[in-house]
C-alpha cells in the first residue's frame, strides 16, 4: 500500500510521532481513507528510568523484542467520494490527536508500551 508522509511530530517524551496517509482509489471518484499513526521506540536501559526493570528483565525485554518497537494506530473510512477525501483524512488526523495524541505524547507511554508488548509476547508462548 502506497504511504505518504502527512505529518511529523516531535513529542514532550522524545519520541517522533509520523502520521502518513495510506488512502487508495477503489472505484471511479470513491476512496478508502487510511490514516495510520506510528512511532518507533527504540529500547534502551534510559527508556526505563520512569519504569525501573531489573538489568535481567531489560536483557530478557531485548531478548524478546529487539531493538526497537513500533507503536501503530490505524483508522479507516471506506467508500469516500472523490471531493470529501481530504476532509475525512483531517478528520481522522484531529480525532486522533485530540483523543490518543494525548496518551502517546506522555513520558511514561513508551516504557509502559514496550512492557505491555513484551508481557503479550510472553503470553503467547
Not at 477503489?26 to 534510559?46: C, F, H, P, T, Y
Not at 467508500?79 to 495524541?101: A, M, P, S, W
Amino acid at each position: 500500500m502506497k504511504s505518504k508522509l502527512y505529518k511529523k511530530l516531535e513529542l514532550q517524551n522524545g519520541h517522533t510521532l509520523e502520521i502518513h496517509d495510506k488512502s487508495r482509489k477503489i472505484g471511479q471518484d470513491a476512496w478508502l481513507v487510511v490514516m495510520v499513526a506510528s512511532i518507533k521506540i527504540d529500547i534502551r536501559e534510559k527508556l526505563f528510568e520512569s519504569e525501573p526493570v531489573s538489568e535481567f528483565k531489560f536483557n530478557d525485554i531485548l531478548d524478546t523484542l529487539g531493538s526497537q518497537v513500533t507503536y501503530e494506530y490505524k483508522n479507516e473510512r471506506n467508500f469516500i467520494l472523490d471531493h470529501e477525501k481530504d476532509d475525512v483524512f483531517e478528520t481522522l488526523v484531529k480525532t486522533f490527536l485530540d483523543n490518543l495524541g494525548k496518551y502517546v505524547t506522555k513520558k511514561q507511554f513508551p516504557p509502559k508500551f514496550v512492557l505491555k508488548i513484551y508481557k503479550d509476547k510472553l503470553q503467547e508462548s
